[in-house]
């Protein structure tokens, strides 16, 4: 049997197993989805995807690298070594508006197909379950403790409006802003009191000023959480939650400088005292492998995934912490099409969108190309 025939006959067997398994991944893909939970509290999402890993033959850890909802479960001991990432947290009120539980069947789906062949192709399959990447980069947190350690490549994929090959993520930095001042008879005597709000207030006029001179790919985006209690009370407090992106690790830092000024000018313009607390650490720039993307591509092009151009290119701003895997690791991160706008990431009608008939499609074709994608790997 020639090489090439030994591939074919693998990519086939990959399709069946994932079509044999269809009905359990899209079961699986549905019950996270109607049960979101939020960043690092995926405690049944974690345990239903480490059960189905098992089931497929992995040897399976969960509560790992410091993580009680991380997962590691691999199969095979072949000496090219393959990451699987899966995904699960979902976002505060809206669920699964970014559609992990796609994510995360797709994972167990490519991982349940390589199994059974992983050692008769010479693969080590490694499937990760990587919690809280919607801000509290669960992956960054695993790559540091070891999770990446010896693999070749890493993939996964990620659902959106639109199919993309590759996903033109930023780097991002994410934090919690607060001044404290003095309360104050906002009547009797206003002259006694140090306005928190008004701090905050300083700092976002600034960095509505500051924009005009942003680069097209850097984003500032914030929300005030706080902000005093009643209008006849000088607030003594005021919060808030900011995300700062540019295209590279280097234009974040120096765009963090910019905005860490804007908001020391509400400190100083009011005498409030400022904090700022990181909420995780930095996402780096998503760099995918240009080799392994065109893999995939062809793969998902064969089940008839169509990678329509773009006008104006693929979207900026989107951020992942599989950017940091993808600085130490080759790594794709190709995005779903779910064939739903106007409704997109992160909005309300696109967690619907997430369990249609075309998001249950996108599960069963992402394991299926990524599976493949990892037996031409293999060969390669």
Known sequence: MTATVRIENAKRHAADVVGAWSDRLVELSHRIHANPELAFEETRASAWVAEALAAAGFEVEHGCYELPTAVRATAGTGPVHIGICAEYDALPEIGHACGHNI???????AGAALAGMADDLGLTVTVLGTPAEEGGGGKILMLERGAFQGMDAAMMVHPAAVEMAAMPGSAVSQFQVAYRGKPAHAGAYPQFGVNAADAMTVAQVAIGLLRQQTGPDDRIAGIVTEAGTAANIIPDASRGGWIVRSSTM???????????RCFEAGAVATGCE????PISPDYADLRPDPAMLELYRANAEALGRVFPDLPGGSPAGAATDMGNVSHAVPAIHPMLG??????VNHQPEFTAACVTPAADKAVLDGATAMARTAIDLARA
Do not use: F, K, S
């Not at 280097?250 to 860490?260: D, P």
């Not at 779910?338 to 409704?343: E, F, Y």
């Open 103 to 109: 994510i995360a069947a797709a994972a167990v789906g």
């Open 250 to 260: 280097e234009g974040l830092a120096e765009l963090n400088q910019r905005v860490q």
């Open 274 to 277: 400022l904090t700022t607390t």
């Open 338 to 343: 779910l064939d739903c706008l106007p409704a």
